[in-house]
């Protein structure tokens, strides 16, 4: 089987996308999934994408994570898919879409692509982070300097906590200047650092306006790979209205034969 596939990244989170509109690719297929994101052996991504056709809607976007298990939302994902489908003519400039945790609106200028999020209605405290659920569960904890966190070892030992039997997100905050915010983010399914996370940056935007370390409906956020922006409007902690938008890079098209 002939797999024709886009590799994209959205600030350093990075997707193999494939148009999956006439329902030909295995999605039940783990191991597929898992050795077409390996990156010494397969494409090499954090995730895998597959849009699909939708009744309701534009189209929709199916996720996976890189260990080829069915994923959440994935905020960078939503935006490298909007890029996608309008350079495969699915869409124009803008679009509504289906995701795992429901209908999403985009809009796109270039590369920079804007993407709504979930509303979020409730949070929660685990030891002395925030817990968030932007679509996908994230905790979010900050830090004085992020560059000191060991991310990956603290945030493999809160995965065996029984409270996260499928995994969680892990963020770290810590401030550069006024209304910028450095993270670093520990992505379950990759089981690693990503240089970026979307719904991550969601959750650390909501954290920030939760704790009163920032009071702002538009937050500027620093991944290791770029810029990420959140907008959102706050009644009491309730969030609404909540887009993620930043920059995002089609770095290649390719085949590959399995």
Avoid at 211 to 216: C, G, I
């Amino acid at each position: 089987m002939l797999i024709e596939f886009s590799k994209y990244q959205g600030t350093g989170n990075d997707f193999v996308i494939i148009d999956n509109t006439t329902n030909f690719f295995p999605k039940t297929d783990s191991k597929l999934i898992n050795f077409l994101c390996d990156r010494k052996i397969g494409v090499g991504a954090d995730g895998l994408i597959l849009i699909e056709k939708s009744k309701s809607s534009d189209y929709e976007m199916i996720y996976f994570n890189a260990d080829g298990n069915l994923g959440s939302m994935c905020g960078n994902g939503a935006r490298c898919s909007i890029h996608f489908s309008m350079l495969n003519k699915i869409i124009e400039h803008t679009t509504s879409f289906l995701a795992f945790d429901g209908l999403h609106k985009g809009s796109l200028i270039d590369n920079f692509v804007k993407v709504s999020m979930s509303n979020v209605l409730t949070y929660d405290e685990f030891n002395d982070f925030i817990f968030v659920d932007t679509g996908s569960p994230h905790l979010v904890k900050c830090v004085d300097n992020v560059d000191q966190i060991d991310v990956i070892e603290i945030s493999k030992e809160i995965q065996k906590d029984i409270r996260f039997k499928d995994g969680v997100n892990v963020n770290f905050l810590s401030e550069e200047k006024d209304n910028l915010y450095r993270i670093r983010t520990y992505e379950r399914g990759v089981e690693n650092e990503t240089l970026s996370c979307g719904t991550g940056a969601v959750a650390a935007a909501i954290t920030l306006n939760i704790l009163s370390l920032v009071n702002s409906d538009c937050i500027n956020l620093k991944t290791k790979g770029g810029k990420l922006t959140v907008d959102l409007k706050r009644s009491e902690n309730i969030f609404t209205n909540i887009f993620l938008s930043g920059n995002v890079t089609r770095v290649f098209d390719g085949r590959i034969e399995i």
